[in-house]
């Protein structure tokens, strides 16, 4: 199995930032993908960014575009979401999870069934 754990969330306020971390460890060959995906309550999830293994290639959710950058640790299996201009619309639990192997079609890349572990989400509360 493949464990990850998020970290960095937090209350924030409106135009602030927010760095969040996602460490994975277990057996990650074959690994294809990492994806992060947010949701609120009463709405179903939603894509956020996802960065390919190597880290060289990333994808954003046209709700974030332009909003948030992913990068990935050299020296090891963490990946970072770096978060700027927050909004109340981003309050929402984040989980990252990671996608084995690889998908194809039109977004596949934003479809949550594609991803295969989960971690157990971080909490962002954005207030104005």
């Known amino acids: 199995q493949v464990h990850m754990v998020e970290s960095g969330g937090g209350l924030a306020q409106a135009g602030d930032s927010l760095r969040l971390s996602c460490a994975a460890s277990g057996d990650t060959s074959g690994s294809y993908v990492m994806g992060w995906f947010r949701q609120a309550p009463g709405k179903e999830r939603e894509f956020v960014a996802s960065?390919?293994?190597?880290?060289?290639?990333?994808y954003y959710g046209d709700s974030v575009k332009g909003r948030v950058t992913s990068s990935r640790d050299t020296g090891n299996n963490t990946v970072h979401v770096q978060m700027t201009n927050l909004e109340e619309a981003d309050t929402a639990v984040y989980y990252c999870?990671?996608?084995?192997?690889?998908?194809?079609?039109?977004?596949?890349?934003?479809?949550?069934?594609?991803?295969?572990?989960w971690g157990q989400g971080t909490q962002v509360t954005v207030s104005s």
């Open positions: 999870t990671v996608m084995l192997g690889y998908c194809s079609g039109d977004g596949c890349y934003t479809d949550p069934d594609n991803y295969q572990y």
């Open positions: 960065i390919s293994w190597s880290g060289r290639t990333t």
